[in-house]
């Protein structure tokens, strides 16, 4: 009979890998024998031993008969390491119980086929549910290519992200910004707009201690970046991308030392009426042609992310951004923009889940809201979320949402 426990005990060892795994799945693996824990590992870091592999380096003696429970099914291919099923076997464990199924083209079943063909029982969907919990960002860009993006906010009851003057420090309280700091450190990519770098001056970085700091993603569709801005002076330190839009030019990574500016002044859009698009008058061809060489020497990437149709309301398209993230494999984005790039990734149908701390504070009045924009005209319109899970910090609450898209008519 298999026990919760033991289960319950890898999904612990599991989580211990956040933040260091990207872009490989969460696994914790523990090992029993005549009722007891004679080994436990997790998946510790990017390119290092997997979580079988290290529950048996760890074995407090013969593994002969024993009992493996392992979150994720064990791999059966070769990739920084080799297979875990063949050391499965090797080890003589004779049980195997597993949480979650692996989406993996490359496994897939093929690991709980190799066991069972090779006598070992095996036991599928154990604690399925919370197994999967462990991983929505492996199974969502395992199979799609593109990130996962929780998209964050901290707001007043009254759904307020700053007071009318424009002040926002701080919201919540020491526990919920201690919280995104961990959630920083959690994913692989971190995005605001040009509006909030400009307003704010972030940094944008992990600080909590031996944290791991996110790719800083700017979306800047002129380049209106100052280069004396922290994110510039730190890209040294700090992972950069800018994404940019100017029509007539490649999508994808710019080269610096190349001169776009002739194929920009045949396809700029005149307009200045909305925050992120449209050609800033003064912002002319040669500082842009500056800008891109200054960037460069910064260590920042610039990337090109224009609509196929160039229509005046367009900044970056964030679909193709989330292309091309995917292919320099960035698997997670913490989204911590505006509400005119909250409502942009909304539109653009890029996010996946939504955290948002709520603080016991009333602003009133007609201060920014999380999410700008037009909105909606009608009830069936609204963008529909399911709560996954809330969650007390101090005197704030964390609600996670599930994006589940808009209300089918």
Wanted: proline share 5%; with cysteine; net charge negative.
């Amino acid at each position: 009979m298999e026990n919760e426990k033991y289960m319950r005990r890898a999904i612990e060892l599991a989580r211990l890998g956040e933040g260091w795994c990207h872009p490989n799945p969460l696994v914790g693996a523990v090992i029993i024998k005549d009722g007891n824990i004679i080994g436990e590992g997790f998946h510790e870091r990017y390119g290092s031993l997997h979580a079988e592999r290290n529950a048996i380096k760890n074995l407090s003696e013969s593994a002969e008969g024993a009992t493996l429970y392992v979150t994720l099914e064990p791999c059966c291919h070769h990739g920084k390491q080799p297979p875990c099923t063949e050391v499965v076997l090797e080890s003589g464990i004779k049980k195997v119980v597993i949480g979650s199924r692996d989406p993996n083209p490359k496994v897939a079943g093929k690991g709980v086929r190799f066991l069972k063909e090779n006598g070992i029982e095996v036991v599928e969907d154990f604690l399925k549910d919370e197994c999967d919990e462990l991983n929505p960002v492996f199974f969502h860009f395992i199979t799609t290519k593109k990130p996962y993006v929780t998209m964050k906010y901290a707001m007043t009851m009254d759904g307020k992200i700053a007071t009318k003057t424009g002040r926002s420090k701080w919201i919540t309280g020491e526990e919920a910004r201690r919280r995104v700091q961990e959630m920083r450190h959690a994913h692989m990519g971190i995005m605001v707009g040009i509006g909030t770098v400009l307003a704010d001056d972030p940094m944008l970085n992990c600080r909590i201690p031996r944290g791991r700091s996110p790719v800083r993603i700017i979306c800047d569709s002129q380049l209106r970046i100052p280069l004396d801005s922290e994110i510039v002076k730190t890209a040294d330190d700090y992972s950069t991308i800018v994404a940019c839009c100017f029509p007539g030019i490649p999508v994808g990574e710019l080269d610096p030392e190349h001169d776009f500016s002739h194929d920009i002044s045949e396809n700029l859009i005149m307009d200045d009426s909305h925050e992120d698009s449209g050609f800033h008058e003064d912002l002319c061809l040669r500082d842009i042609a500056f800008k891109l060489k200054e960037l460069g020497k910064a260590g920042i990437t610039v990337i090109n992310c224009c609509p196929e149709e160039r229509i005046t309301e367009s900044g970056v398209d964030l679909q193709k951004l989330m292309t091309i993230l995917g292919e320099r494999g960035i698997d997670s984005i913490l989204l911590e923009g505006g509400g005119t790039l909250n409502e942009s990734a909304l539109k653009a149908g890029i996010v996946n889940e939504i955290d948002a701390f709520i603080a016991p504070k009333i602003f009133a009045g007609n201060a920014k809201t999380p999410v700008m924009g037009l909105g909606v005209d009608n009830l069936e319109d609204a963008y529909r979320c399911e709560i996954k899970d809330v969650e007390q910090l101090g005197e704030d609450i964390l609600i996670r949402y599930v994006v589940s898209g808009k209300t089918v008519r």
